[in-house]
C-alpha cells in the first residue's frame, strides 16, 4: 500500500460525459501528479500540482482539467469524452518533486 | 532526460538471481537512476534509485557502471510475485517534474 488512495476504482460512462477522478496524496506531501495509461500509449504525464499550483504540464488535452485544493488532494476532471480517452489513470505523490513518486491504485475509465 | 533502452522481455527461474539490464548511454552527471515496476496493471511502484555508486535495499540492488552508461537491477530471489513490467528511467537532479516512463523490461518468473 503506496498510501495514496484514488477514487473511484472503476468509472464506466459514454461518450460526451464529463467525469471527476480523485486522488489523496500520502500524508505530507505535497505534490500530486496525474498519468494516463492507455494501451497504444503507455504511461503518459499529464500535469503536476505542487502545494495547490500548477507546476508542469504533459500531454494534457485541453478537455482535461485538474486542481489541487488546500487540503492537498487532488481531483482530474475530464469532460466530452471520447472512446479513446478510456484508459488507467494515476494519481501520484512525493514529499517534494525531488523524491520518489508513490502511486495510487489508478482509476479506469471506459467511455462507451 | 538521457534517453534508456531496456529488453523487451526476460524470463527468470524462481529463487534465482534476476538481472534486468538498462541502457543509458547518454546520461549526464547529474542524472539519476530510477527504477520501478507495475504489476498487472497496478499503480507503479518505487524500486530504488542512484546516481552513481551501487545501491541496495530491501527490495533489490542497483549496480551502476563506472562509466554510468549503463546499470543492472538485480532482484535477489526472484518469486512469482516479481512478475512485472520494471521501468528504467533517467531523471535529472533538479527535475521536479514528470517520470517518463519508457516500454520497460516484461519479467516472467516461472515455477
Known amino acids: 500500500d503506496s498510501g495514496v488512495t484514488q477514487t473511484p476504482k472503476h468509472l464506466i460512462t459514454a461518450t460526451g460525459q464529463r467525469v471527476t477522478l480523485r486522488c489523496s496524496p500520502r500524508?505530507?506531501?505535497?505534490?500530486v501528479y496525474w498519468y494516463q495509461q492507455s494501451l497504444d500509449q503507455g504511461l503518459q504525464f499529464l500535469i503536476q500540482?505542487?502545494?495547490?499550483?500548477?507546476?508542469a504540464k504533459g500531454n494534457i488535452l485541453e478537455r482535461f482539467s485538474a486542481q489541487q485544493f488546500p487540503d492537498l488532494h487532488s481531483e482530474l476532471n475530464l469532460s466530452s469524452l471520447e472512446l479513446g480517452d478510456s484508459a488507467l489513470y494515476f494519481c501520484?505523490?512525493?514529499?517534494?518533486?525531488?523524491?520518489?513518486?508513490?502511486f495510487g491504485p489508478g482509476t479506469r475509465l471506459t467511455v462507451l | 532526460d538521457a534517453k534508456t533502452t531496456q529488453p523487451t522481455s526476460m524470463d527468470c527461474a524462481e529463487g534465482r538471481a534476476a538481472n534486468l539490464p538498462c541502457n543509458h548511454s547518454?546520461?549526464?552527471?547529474?542524472?539519476?537512476v530510477y527504477w520501478y515496476r507495475q504489476i498487472h496493471s497496478q499503480g507503479p511502484q518505487y524500486i530504488i534509485h542512484?546516481?552513481?555508486n551501487n545501491e541496495t535495499n530491501e527490495m533489490a540492488s542497483l549496480i551502476i557502471t563506472e562509466d554510468r552508461k549503463s546499470s543492472t537491477l538485480i532482484l535477489p530471489h526472484a518469486t512469482l510475485r516479481d512478475t512485472a513490467v520494471y521501468y528504467c528511467?533517467?531523471?535529472?537532479?533538479?527535475?521536479?517534474?514528470?517520470?517518463?516512463f519508457g516500454t520497460g523490461t516484461r519479467l516472467q518468473v516461472f515455477p
Open positions: 528511467i533517467v531523471r535529472a537532479i533538479y527535475n521536479t517534474d514528470k517520470l517518463i
Open positions: 500524508s505530507g506531501d505535497l505534490s
Open positions: 542512484g546516481l552513481k
Open positions: 500540482y505542487y502545494n495547490g499550483e500548477e507546476r
Open positions: 501520484a505523490s512525493s514529499a517534494s518533486g525531488y523524491y520518489e513518486q508513490f
Open positions: 547518454t546520461i549526464s552527471g547529474n542524472e539519476y
